[in-house]
């Protein structure tokens, strides 16, 4: 790993795969690691599918608000300055823009979700159901327990972030602006999805595998590479002064933005090829292997 020619003014890090572990946490290695290099000057970036509210959580374990940080929310739809608690949203997606293809998800044997700022639509097949009614009694899951999956499982709970839930039948329900779409499946029929999609809808939407199970559907032209791309301006950052670390396709827009980019080492092969350097897995703090190899 070479020495890096300029200090390092900022780190960006995607969340899931990436800074949280297996268990959704920060290690206790990794968080006071983190704050360490803040109280040296260093601002963070969390870079993020999530919108702020099932963000700000994890920032205020890392005391971003105090040193500096933002929130890339959203793939980079929006952006959130904790210091001064200012929230810039570059685009939504109306009800009409995204018709089309939702409903062409609803013909498919998919999870899709509609997210907005605290809440979402989701819609799922009468296949999907009775897997999740069986998931549910398996592990024995409270009765208000959500019917929601998530991007590593058929049922997950986002009422920390996303409490308003609607579950619908068509299109037609969606009600409010949207930030994005998500869909969940089994890799290998999500794998399918993805090419029929982009071979449908590329010419309108930016989308990307964000896990082996989730594809994320944002406005055409938007990614986390240039939502970075406008904070690095906005801070007046260069490319060698920012360090970058992801483990999914949509992270890989980030990687040409900086010099100095990483894969974790559970990232797939896809984007292990387009970082320039790969790290330990997020179980193995590997955010920190490679911040201590570059003796930052």
Not at 209 to 234: A, C, H
Request: proline residues 4%.
């Amino acid at each position: 790993m070479t020495t890096l020619s300029k200090p390092v003014k900022a780190i960006v890090m995607d969340m899931d795969g990436t800074l949280l572990n297996e268990r959704d946490k920060i290690s206790p290695v990794t968080r006071d690691y983190l704050i360490g290099l803040e109280k040296q000057g260093v601002r963070l970036v969390l870079a993020s599918g999530r919108s702020y509210t099932r963000l700000l959580g994890y920032a205020g374990q890392l005391e971003m608000e105090k040193y500096g940080g933002y929130l890339l929310e959203i793939d980079g739809v929006a952006l959130y300055d904790l210091a001064n608690q200012q929230r810039t949203k570059f685009k939504t997606m109306s009800p009409e823009e995204i018709h089309g293809i939702f409903s062409y998800l609803t013909t498919q044997n998919a999870e899709s979700q509609a997210m907005f700022d605290d809440g979402l639509f989701d819609f799922f097949t009468p296949e999907i159901y009775e897997k999740k009614k069986q998931i549910r009694q398996e592990q024995n899951l409270p009765d208000d327990f959500p019917w929601t999956a998530g991007p590593w499982n058929w049922l997950t709970d986002f009422r920390d972030g996303y409490g308003n839930l609607h579950y619908l039948q068509s299109a037609d329900e969606i009600s409010c602006p949207i930030n994005k779409l998500q869909i969940m499946q089994e890799e290998k029929p999500l794998a399918e999805l993805f090419e029929r999609l982009q071979d449908k809808f590329s010419d309108s939407f930016a989308i990307y595998r964000t896990t082996p199970r989730q594809l994320e559907v944002l406005p055409f032209g938007y990614s986390k590479g240039m939502g970075i791309r406008k904070l690095m301006e906005k801070e007046g950052w260069g490319k060698e002064e920012v360090l970058v670390f992801g483990d999914g396709e949509n992270d890989v827009s980030m990687f040409g933005e900086v010099t100095h980019s990483f894969a974790m080492g559970n990232a797939k092969p896809f984007v292990q090829k387009r970082a320039r350097y790969v790290t330990g897995t997020n179980r193995e703090d590997g955010i920190v292997q490679a911040l201590k190899k570059l003796g930052i």
